[in-house]
């Protein structure tokens, strides 16, 4: 999902940089989205192996 995110963000900057300003902002948006969804299942995973780890000691 960061892969995704990287490559929504790059083609954010191309987009802007030739003046597409519409598809840049909506690109930048769906790289944000991305990025938290990412960050967000990151957190959860890492919560539950703490707690199976305590489970198992």
Excluded at 4 to 24: C, H, K, Q
Excluded at 41 to 56: E, H, K, N, Q, R
């Amino acid at each position: 999902m960061l892969k995704w995110a990287l490559i929504f963000f790059l083609i954010s900057l191309v987009a802007g940089f030739f003046g597409f300003t519409n598809v840049a902002a909506g690109t930048r948006t769906i790289a944000k989205i991305l990025f938290f969804i990412a960050i967000t299942i990151f957190v959860v995973f890492l919560v539950l192996a703490f707690a199976a780890g305590s489970l198992v000691i």
